[in-house]
């Protein structure tokens, strides 16, 4: 289990199926990401067995343990954007409720942090398709560095043909993305308590923010 500010990270169990039905079965939600919703609770149960199973994948939950939302590491074998045992991919989504908050780059940060300092990874790829602008603005978000597109990718769930596009996250700039974050907080907690002026506050913003553009850090 792991967890955030907001979040418990845990593994799916089947009692979840209907929770995940709600809101894996709207369509707003699966097939952007490439897989079609869910018909029926049963059919989110066999997913929770089949799919939802596998090593590093969590439900995203509320603090009282009700799920919202799906994360995972895809590790080697089981992605077909790196063939490196200390590479793996990031995948996610969140029910439609729930867009917005912010809730979906705080799990991920989890995850990532999980994967560089738990797992050994040196890094860590992230795709969407073409459209899905929810999935990019995370991605950027996280800090993520766009790689290339790829074009004519068979979508099998969903009985397609689509583009898709592959961003990457080192070891090396997570942890300039995290120590800028950081700084940030510590700015933000600082003015917050008046511990500095708004002046202060100010030009160190801009000085931070200066400094992450000169690292591609949004």
């Known amino acids: 289990m792991i967890e955030t500010e907001r979040l418990i990270l845990r593994p799916w169990q089947e009692q979840d199926a209907e929770d995940l039905y709600t809101y ?13 919703p869910h018909t029926s609770v049963d059919n989110s149960r066999e997913i929770i067995k089949n799919v939802l199973s ?18 995972g590491l895809h590790l080697n ?20 409720p729930y ?9 991920s940060r989890a ?27 995370v991605q950027t978000k996280l800090g993520f560095v766009y790689q290339h ?3 004519g990718l068979e979508v099998r769930l969903m009985n397609e043909i689509r583009t898709g596009h592959c961003n990457l996250m080192t070891k090396e700039r997570w942890q300039k993305v995290e120590l800028f974050r950081k700084q940030k907080n510590t700015l933000d907690t600082f003015r917050e308590r008046n511990a500095i002026t708004q002046a ?9 923010r200066n400094l992450m553009e000169m690292h591609g850090v949004e």
């Open 24 to 36: 894996a079965s709207n369509p707003e939600v699966g097939p952007p990401a490439g897989w079609p």
């Open 99 to 107: 867009w917005g908050q912010g809730l979906i780059p705080e799990a």
């Open 149 to 151: 597109k790829t074009e």
């Open 54 to 71: 596998k090593p590093e994948t969590y439900a995203v939950c509320l603090k009282d343990g009700t799920p919202i939302g799906s994360i």
């Open 77 to 96: 074998g089981s992605t077909d954007m790196t063939d490196r045992d200390d590479e793996c991919e990031l995948g996610y989504w969140i029910g439609k």
């Open 200 to 208: 202060q506050y100010d030009k160190s913003l801009g000085d931070l």
């Open 111 to 137: 995850l990532m942090r999980y994967a560089f300092e738990e797992l050994g990874m040196r890094a860590v790829w992230c795709g969407y398709y073409d459209g899905n602008e929810k999935s990019r603005k």
